[in-house]
């Protein structure tokens, strides 16, 4: 069984400082979304930024993964490689980075991890409404860190509020889930973003999750692409993906890809975050 890790407040303000690099970094792959850039070109432009800030990428060389982002296109689900397709307007792209930050004192890694959705050029009002629903549903489920008891409520949130929202008319991936974050990427537990009979673990203080649903328009099933990689609906419609790293710290939440940790966002909904304490 893997053992959750929680952190110290000073531990989380160093997973912030990765976070806001994050956040940066995929500001750049965003503003360099137009039709006619390639995927690749978005990956540059992550990658100057990580480097920049004298960070480091958790996706570049996990299980030998060749890029700092994943790009994925329309009825691509999550885990683009980044490479010579050109973006063509009317097209969705998830773009999903870390950034990796090396406390000297301690010689620990933390990591970020966050995952965005742009429209490139005019995007239909389908694809638009898909990505909406996504944020929020995110958002949703962010928002019940702050006050459920167990990880397993984050994802009835998220079902909750786009079964509230829309009814059937989109579907949750199961096939991919959240996860614990810290000195690595991936760490227990897993963040289910749909809703399960087994709530999990409980929250507590220390955590750090994260938070990444992907919805679809058509069936939830998923294949794997030959380059062993890129993961598509098999029956062609469109996915979406949104994510952020969120902490549980001694006062509270803190989003910590966000650089204003979700304040926002999280105050639409009822939901006040605090700083990490010094
Ligand atoms: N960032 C993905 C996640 O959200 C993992 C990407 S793995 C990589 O968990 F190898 F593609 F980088
Ligand atoms: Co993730």
Redesign the pocket.
């Known amino acids: 069984m893997r053992r959750i890790e929680y952190k110290t407040d000073a531990q989380l303000a160093w997973m912030a400082k990765a976070g806001v690099v994050t956040s940066r970094a995929l500001d750049a792959a965003v503003a360099a979304v137009a039709p006619g850039k390639t995927t690749a070109d978005l990956d540059s432009a992550f990658r100057e930024i990580i480097t920049a800030n004298g960070a480091t990428s958790?996706?570049l060389g996990?299980?030998d993964?060749p890029a700092m982002i994943?790009a994925s296109v329309n009825d691509e689900v999550?885990?683009g490689i980044p490479g010579p397709r050109e973006l063509l307007a009317g097209d969705m792209v998830s773009i999903?980075?870390?950034a990796v930050l090396t406390d000297p004192a301690t010689g620990k890694t933390w990591n970020g991890?966050s995952?965005r959705t742009v429209m490139v050029g005019n995007a239909s009002a389908e694809r638009r409404e898909l990505s909406e629903i996504t944020q929020a549903a995110l958002w949703h489920g962010i928002a019940a860190v702050a006050s459920a008891r167990k990880v397993g409520e984050i994802g009835v949130a998220i079902e909750q509020f786009v079964r509230e929202e829309t009814g059937d008319k989109y579907g949750i991936i199961e096939d991919?889930v959240?996860?614990g974050i810290g000195t690595s990427?991936?760490m227990a537990p897993d963040v289910l973003n749909y809703a399960a009979r087994d709530l999990g673990p409980r929250l507590k203080k220390g955590m750090a999750l994260?938070i990444?649903p992907m919805l679809v328009t058509g069936s939830i099933e998923t294949h794997v692409l030959a380059d062993d990689?890129t993961i598509k609906t098999n029956d062609g419609g469109d996915a979406c993906q949104w994510?952020h790293s969120v902490a549980i710290h001694s006062d509270g939440i803190w989003v910590l890809t966000a650089e204003d940790g979700g304040a926002s966002e999280l105050s639409k909904l009822g939901v006040t975050v605090k700083p990490i304490p010094a």
């Open positions: 958790n996706f996990y299980y993964y994943c999550v885990h999903d980075g870390g991890d995952a991919f959240g996860h990427m991936h994260a990444e990689w994510e």
